[in-house]
């Protein structure tokens, strides 16, 4: 494979997740005051679920694609902790943020969204390459 291809082929594996990542960050760092959201109790965690459920999406794509055999072998405990960490990350950041606050319960959240929807995107693959068998 040519080296632009190759280039071209890890953008396209890493960059939706990398995106993602930046831009929950950046919404991160909006303050609470501008920020105000009035959500019914609990709704965010089903937020947070769901955003991060598409962030472990695009993490296990993006892996899935790389031609890194150690990263192929091992994505099934290096994807939950890259969340975990960016979790907490976001959470933490949060902190700093005027009027903004962490919740380890939003950290709960994000983490069982992105694992979910990690084994989610793992058996769907798996039964479309059984069923092209």
């Given at each position: 494979m040519s080296n632009s291809l190759s280039h071209l082929k890890m953008i396209n594996a890493h960059?939706?997740?990398l995106l993602m990542m930046a831009l929950l960050t950046l919404q991160s760092s909006i303050s609470g005051d501008?920020?105000?959201v009035n959500l019914i109790h609990g709704l965010d965690k089903v937020v947070h679920f769901f955003i991060f459920g598409v962030l472990g999406w695009l993490l296990t794509r993006g892996f899935?694609?790389?031609e890194n055999i150690f990263i192929n072998r091992n994505s099934v405990w290096i994807i939950p902790l890259i969340i975990a960490f960016?979790?907490?990350f976001d959470e933490y950041h949060q902190t700093l943020t005027p009027g903004r606050f962490a919740d380890i319960?939003?950290?709960?959240?994000d983490f069982s969204g992105a694992v979910l929807f990690m084994i989610i995107y793992r058996q769907k693959k798996k039964s479309l390459s059984s069923a092209s068998v």
């Open positions: 960059l939706p997740w501008v920020l105000s899935d694609k790389t960016f979790g907490a319960t939003d950290w709960l959240s």
